[in-house]
């Protein structure tokens, strides 16, 4: 079924509670493993039409915030989730205590429960007021990006259409968009700061509620997180100070040489890779998904027959228009079994990024879309990102037809970038952590929290006012996951470790290769991440040798990589 054609009604909230409360008794009640299947069964069928109402409404207004009957679906969806979670909950206690955990364990796996009471420890009827309001603030913020009308050489502009020309290669013409983009936040500071200062307290609230020191130990929880502890995170963390911020910086001082620049640069100066301009896609949106279609016909048979259903059913909407939320996603529609992805086409390199980073996510969903429980179609968060970053490696030898006489500037500056990232990534998770150990601090304080870690994860930045919202540590206000989905950073720095993995791997065999990441997709969410890459062959980010690894194989590779010829 094509996506316009999918219909949506608002789910009827009694209904709902007594068809979870009549499963919820069929199991407690039930006089055998048969008759506890069977219930388990209808609530997967229930709970999958749930989420395919909510998120058809969540996508739907995404795609133009400005539409009143999405929007108020929203406003309901927020407010109702919060309830049906409590109904799920006394699903999720029934299971955990049912005589029959054994029997569901061996037919679909022990991580079901692993999850589920993590979930338990994540949830409980007593801040169901806050989660709402979470909701609310966070809709808020979304809507806020979303509205921005930034003037720019005598147009208008939202956030996702000025991008194009802050990696313009005329200098004074970058800075300008710069600074119109920086403009804009600052315009709205006070309402970003109050939104998030709410969020913050309210987040502390709820994990002192829950018995918790505060908010830390709830978003590890709420993140699924079910091999790993903040530790780990720590430990990674320094590991990245050691290795990988020393890589990225020196990539970072070839840069300003190639650029006739004084190291440190400025965040605009930053954003250009070459003097002759960063790597731009050859063709239009149609041409991009062409490409992305002969891609995946030619990688394997079930790419192919993936990306195709993709296309003939309307599940990528990437243009950038007015009124439409920021930012990209991939998700997915339960009750079609089919993945749908969303995006912001720009002209910039990120188009092409999107179909191999997007789809990558959609492919994995796709192939594992069968998987009962369904909550194992996906695995955890870090786990996913695996899935789209390594994608983006495996359409290298495709690279030519997205971005034609720009190919060689774009693998340079993919593996750059993939490396540069993981600075940032890993800062963006250690300010979190920051905040909510110290829930009390002032939004300046914030800031200035933001703007010491700058010096440490990113070295390279030029912090001299030039961009006050920059200069000033309030660019973390642009990162929309600091906002909406807390502690959902360090993920991809994890998964984007393991994909500079498949990216080795296909420098020696891409078949090889393709057979790992194919191990690895093919187990969905059925085990946790650690088991995922230990299954599949690879090694894990929490090990030093790991990430030492990737940054000694890159370097040699950037270092001996040709650019005669590219300004």
Same mark, same amino acid.
């Given at each position: 079924?094509?996506?316009?054609?999918?219909?949506?009604?608002?789910?009827? /909230?009694?209904?709902?509670?007594?068809?979870?409360?009549?499963?919820?008794?069929?199991?407690?009640?039930?006089?055998?493993?048969?008759?506890?299947?069977?219930?388990?069964?209808?609530?997967?069928?229930?709970?999958?039409?749930?989420?395919?109402?909510?998120?058809?409404?969540?996508?739907?207004?995404?795609?133009?915030?400005?539409?009143?009957?999405?929007?108020?679906?929203?406003?309901?969806?927020?407010?109702?989730?919060?309830?049906?979670?409590?109904?799920?909950?006394?699903?999720?206690?029934?299971?955990?205590?049912?005589?029959?955990?054994?029997?569901?364990?061996?037919?679909?796996?022990?991580?079901?429960?692993?999850?589920?009471?993590?979930?338990?420890?994540?949830?409980?009827?007593?801040?169901?007021?806050?989660?709402?309001?979470?909701?609310?603030?966070?809709?808020?913020? !979304?809507?806020?990006?979303?509205?921005?009308?930034?003037?720019?050489?005598?147009?208008?502009?939202?956030?996702?259409?000025?991008?194009?020309?802050?990696?313009?290669?005329?200098?004074?013409?970058?800075?300008?968009?710069?600074?119109?983009?920086?403009?804009?936040?600052?315009?709205?500071?006070?309402?970003?700061?109050?939104?998030?200062?709410?969020?913050?307290?309210?987040?502390?609230?709820?994990?002192?509620?829950?018995?918790?020191?505060?908010?830390?130990?709830? !978003?590890?929880?709420?993140?699924?997180?079910?091999?790993?502890?903040?530790?780990?995170?720590?430990?990674?963390?320094?590991?990245?100070?050691?290795?990988?911020?020393?890589?990225?910086?020196?990539?970072?001082?070839?840069?300003?040489?190639?650029?006739?620049?004084?190291?440190?640069?400025?965040?605009?100066?930053?954003?250009?890779?070459?003097?002759?301009?960063?790597?731009?896609?050859?063709?239009?949106?149609?041409?991009?998904?062409?490409?992305?279609?002969?891609?995946?016909?030619?990688?394997?048979?079930?790419?192919?027959?993936?990306?195709?259903?993709?296309?003939?059913?309307?599940?990528?909407?990437?243009?950038?228009?007015?009124?439409?939320?920021?930012?990209?996603?991939?998700?997915?529609?339960?009750?079609?079994?089919?993945?749908?992805?969303?995006?912001?086409?720009?002209?910039?390199?990120?188009?092409?990024?999107?179909?191999?980073?997007?789809?990558?996510?959609?492919?994995?969903?796709?192939?594992?879309?069968?998987?009962?429980?369904?909550?194992?179609?996906?695995?955890?968060?870090?786990?996913?990102?695996?899935?789209?970053?390594? /994608?983006?490696?495996?359409?290298?030898?495709?690279?030519?037809?997205?971005?034609?006489?720009?190919?060689?500037?774009?693998?340079?500056?993919?593996?750059?970038?993939?490396?540069?990232?993981?600075?940032?990534?890993?800062?963006?998770?250690?300010?979190?952590?920051?905040?909510?150990?110290?829930?009390?601090?002032?939004?300046?304080?914030?800031?200035?929290?933001?703007?010491?870690?700058? !010096?440490?994860?990113?070295?390279?930045?030029?912090?001299?006012?030039?961009?006050?919202?920059?200069?000033?540590?309030?660019?973390?206000?642009?990162?929309?996951?600091?906002?909406?989905?807390?502690?959902?950073?360090?993920?991809?720095?994890?998964?984007?470790?393991?994909?500079?993995?498949?990216?080795?791997?296909?420098?020696?065999?891409?078949?090889?290769?393709?057979?790992?990441?194919?191990?690895?997709?093919?187990?969905?969410?059925?085990?946790?991440?650690?088991?995922?890459?230990?299954?599949?062959?690879?090694?894990?980010?929490?090990?030093?040798?790991?990430?030492?690894?990737?940054?000694?194989?890159?370097?040699?590779?950037?270092?001996?990589?040709?650019?005669? !010829?590219?300004?």
């Amino acid at each position: 079924m094509k996506f316009s054609e999918m219909p949506y009604e608002r789910p009827d /909230m009694s209904a709902l509670k007594e068809q979870f409360a009549a499963l919820t008794e069929r199991l407690q009640n039930a006089p055998d493993y048969a008759a506890a299947r069977a219930a388990f069964l209808e609530e997967q069928v229930l709970n999958k039409h749930v989420d395919t109402l909510f998120t058809l409404a969540s996508v739907r207004h995404t795609i133009d915030t400005r539409d009143k009957f999405y929007d108020e679906e929203m406003e309901f969806a927020n407010s109702a989730m919060p309830q049906i979670q409590q109904w799920q909950d006394s699903w999720t206690a029934a299971m955990l205590a049912s005589p029959y955990r054994k029997n569901f364990a061996e037919e679909y796996g022990d991580l079901m429960f692993v999850n589920a009471e993590i979930e338990r420890k994540a949830f409980s009827p007593d801040i169901m007021e806050e989660l709402q309001q979470e909701n609310e603030l966070t809709q808020q913020y !979304g809507k806020l990006l979303a509205s921005a009308q930034i003037p720019f050489e005598g147009g208008v502009y939202t956030l996702s259409q000025l991008s194009p020309f802050k990696n313009d290669p005329d200098d004074a013409r970058r800075l300008a968009a710069w600074k119109a983009e920086g403009q804009w936040y600052k315009d709205n500071q006070k309402q970003l700061d109050d939104i998030y200062d709410k969020l913050t307290h309210l987040r502390d609230k709820m994990g002192k509620k829950l018995g918790y020191e505060g908010y830390t130990t709830l !978003g590890y929880y709420r993140m699924g997180r079910n091999c790993y502890t903040k530790a780990d995170v720590e430990k990674f963390r320094a590991a990245v100070v050691k290795y990988l911020v020393p890589l990225a910086d020196s990539i970072y001082r070839e840069q300003a040489k190639r650029l006739g620049k004084q190291y440190p640069m400025s965040f605009a100066d930053n954003a250009l890779m070459f003097r002759s301009g960063n790597p731009a896609p050859c063709g239009d949106a149609d041409a991009i998904l062409a490409q992305g279609k002969k891609f995946y016909e030619e990688l394997s048979p079930e790419t192919g027959i993936f990306f195709n259903t993709m296309l003939d059913n309307e599940l990528l909407d990437v243009l950038s228009t007015p009124g439409k939320a920021a930012g990209g996603y991939c998700t997915s529609l339960w009750d079609y079994q089919v993945p749908f992805i969303f995006a912001n086409f720009n002209g910039t390199q990120h188009d092409v990024e999107v179909v191999t980073h997007e789809a990558g996510h959609a492919f994995a969903a796709y192939t594992n879309r069968d998987r009962v429980p369904y909550s194992t179609v996906w695995p955890s968060m870090e786990g996913c990102e695996v899935h789209s970053m390594s /994608m983006e490696f495996f359409a290298w030898p495709w690279a030519e037809g997205f971005f034609g006489k720009d190919t060689r500037k774009f693998l340079y500056s993919h593996l750059a970038g993939a490396l540069t990232f993981i600075p940032y990534g890993t800062m963006v998770d250690h300010f979190q952590h920051i905040v909510y150990e110290k829930p009390d601090l002032t939004p300046a304080e914030r800031h200035a929290a933001w703007k010491e870690l700058l !010096g440490i994860y990113m070295p390279w930045m030029k912090l001299d006012g030039e961009i006050p919202f920059y200069s000033e540590g309030e660019g973390w206000q642009r990162q929309k996951h600091i906002y909406e989905s807390p502690f959902y950073y360090i993920d991809y720095c994890l998964a984007q470790t393991v994909s500079l993995q498949f990216w080795a791997m296909l420098q020696k065999d891409r078949a090889n290769a393709w057979e790992h990441y194919m191990a690895y997709t093919r187990q969905g969410g059925s085990r946790v991440f650690t088991e995922l890459l230990k299954n599949a062959g690879l090694d894990s980010p929490f090990e030093e040798s790991c990430l030492r690894g990737v940054c000694e194989t890159a370097k040699q590779w950037l270092d001996s990589y040709d650019l005669t !010829g590219i300004e």
